[in-house]
């Protein structure tokens, strides 16, 4: 009888195995460089050209002037703050709002599912300043919109609480916030959908044979399986809103200016650059800081 042959401890992986170590690898090559090119290499940039020295006209030279920070936080700390606290109030309107139509058109809405999605994201074929200054008519002195405002007592309660300055509904910091609210609605709205649309019923139902109010369902099994749509719309909502300009701008006065508006006249007009590129940065490190330690917190598998 013939030996068999002996059993070699060397054995190499198929070619198809070692192909395939590699493949994600390149899959992601595209997005890596597309990420250093057009985000790394910028920021990158932006903070050299902070601590650059000099004028428009005689140019910049690298001097390693930090001191421009503490300038940049001593003159718009305000602006900062307030940008956070007008992004954070527009991310939570636009939670309140949308999560129930998001609910409405993943669950409910049946064969008119695709109608409202189209219109939830119709605003975005008309162009973001069209939209922004569409709001000036809206909260005119006149409208209808503040007429009624004025009748049934809302002007009163919001210059009570501090966002008007009068019985007008424009120039105000409630006029910045609904027209950061509405622009950036469906960034919340679509993410909600897409994770309440892979929602399964059967376990609402489940939780309702097991003697759970209709709260109860929402709160332990809607609400939790939903998060990662929730997170995700807030992220979408707060980076631009906190970083916004053309609301301010447009809707404000010189009491509701926001970091961005600041920025852009520091490029623009003043010709500042290290100082706007050093409010840039900033902004940049506190919106990466703040969302890092949201996701940390209230982050769910899909997203940590």
Do not use: C, H
């Amino acid at each position: 009888m013939a030996e068999a042959p002996a059993l070699s401890t060397g054995v190499s992986a198929p070619p198809e195995r070692q192909r395939s170590n590699w493949v994600p690898y390149a899959l992601l090559l595209p997005g890596l460089l597309w990420l250093v090119v057009f985000f790394v290499v910028p920021m990158i940039t932006l903070f050299s050209q902070s601590l650059q020295e000099g004028s428009v006209d005689e140019g910049y030279t690298f001097t390693g002037n930090v001191a421009i920070y503490a300038e940049a936080f001593q003159r718009y700390l305000p602006q900062l703050l307030r940008s956070v606290g007008y992004a954070a109030s527009a991310t939570l309107l636009t939670l309140l709002l949308g999560y129930p139509l998001a609910y409405f058109i993943a669950l409910k809405a049946g064969r008119w599912k695709n109608v409202l999605l189209v219109l939830v994201i119709a605003p975005f074929f008309t162009s973001f300043l069209i939209r922004t200054l569409a709001w000036q008519t809206i909260l005119s002195d006149s409208s209808p919109v503040t007429e009624f405002a004025r009748a049934i007592g809302l002007t009163d309660l919001l210059q009570a609480v501090g966002l008007t300055a009068n019985d007008n509904l424009m120039a105000s910091k409630f006029a910045v916030i609904m027209g950061l609210t509405y622009n950036f609605l469906p960034f919340m709205i679509l993410p909600l959908y897409s994770s309440l649309e892979r929602l399964d019923p059967r376990l609402v139902e489940a939780a309702g044979d097991l003697y759970a109010s209709p709260w109860q369902g929402f709160r332990f099994v809607t609400w939790p399986l939903s998060l990662p749509g929730v997170v995700a719309g807030t992220l979408l909502t707060f980076i631009p809103a906190a970083g916004d300009f053309i609301n301010s701008k447009l809707l404000g006065n010189t009491q509701t200016v926001m970091i961005g508006q600041v920025i852009d006249a520091q490029f623009l007009r003043v010709l500042n650059y290290p100082l706007a590129a050093a409010l840039s940065f900033i902004l940049l490190v506190l919106i990466l800081t703040l969302v890092t330690a949201y996701v940390r917190k209230a982050g769910t598998e899909e997203l940590v």
